[in-house]
């Protein structure tokens, strides 16, 4: 017999119902929330949304019951933008940057990117994994329950390889969902440094047909940045990307105006990430060619910058624009979602109700997977969170606490806090 599960008492089931593609303008604004509102879940799916009343009316002995008690339910959030697979931490470099040495000198130095590299090429497979599973239960207890995944942190084959895998497994063996990206092209190696023609041509004539023939990604990214990877060189990456039939992403004008966002546009990429940097015409590119654009204000914060992107011109400018944490051990390490939102409202000036369609319908349809997850409809898979709060709205208003109270992937409850 089919198992169902019922969440009752809910003071707003925030549904995020609505047209079947991305949100953008004032649509980013419309929740359609119920209030007093419920659901059921048959199996992984959701089977009916309604009011406390009709959620009530259908409920039978085969059914597990959870009182809300009056809290509010959201669908998981959908994290469209991490790095979560690395060996080690940086608190080394933390500590540094507290003392005033800047990111960038610490990278030119052969710290950064680099530090973790060298820590994850020597870590095996298990402690990764391992490693990776503490994060996956990071993310679930703060209402994520579906990540973009990078890898990154290996950049060579077998070490990017290895990443993959591990990515691969971490969906197998934990209730998080992951969708896997290759990013082989986030730094050149120290072995490369003076030769990066030849790291570019390992990452387009091996690592790629091993990544598209072998099923490890579904997408790629490449962080674009003068000193970087060039304009040209991620042109070459990502046209390449295409042709092995893994869709496109991009670090964009993060440090500089680098002219990522309008080579996003030229692309024709999924998303541009970051844009810190991107001015009005970036911009007015990205809208042409429909681009995602991701912004990951932790790690803004975590740099200690007050450069913030445009999110108010970009969601004006008709941008189905999407929120993430960025989470990695150097630029941004937070898993939170609810601080990215309160970051978002506080420093990015938009709304709760934006911050939220950015969290979650929005950061769906950039994994193409806008048909099941990110809303609650019938239909879709039951991956939802119960917050510990009757308005939504004190999600991106109360910071630096725990809003999860229960998190259901699938309709299974994955995580429970303890408080009632
Ligand atoms: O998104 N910009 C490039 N990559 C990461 C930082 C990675 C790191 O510092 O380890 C980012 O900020
Ligand atoms: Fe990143």
Known sequence: MSKSLAIINCSQLVTLSGPNRPRIGAEMSELSIIANGGLIARDSVIEKIGTNDEIKALIDMNCTVIDAGRRVVLPGFVDAHTHPVFAGTRVDEFEERSRGISYQDIAARGGGIQSTVNKTRAASFDDLLNAGKRYASWFLRGGTTTVEAKSGYGLSLDDEVKLLRAIRKLDEQTPLRYVPTFLGAHSIPSEYRSRRNDYVSLVIDEMLPTVGREKL??????????????????WRILSAARCHGLGLRMHADQLSLSGGAKLAAELGTVTADHLEHTDDEGIAALKSANVQPILLPGSVYALGSSRYPAARAMIDAGLAVILATDFNPGSSPTPSMAMALSLAVTHLKVTPAEAITAATINAAYSLNRGDRIGSLDKGKVAD????????????TYFFGIQHAWKVFSGGSEVYSANAS
């Open 384 to 395: 939802f969170v119960i917050h510990d709060c009757d308005d939504y709205r004190e999600i």
């Open 217 to 234: 990604a579904e997408y790629c990214d490449v962080f674009c940045e003068e000193k970087v990877f060039t304009k040209d060189e991620a």
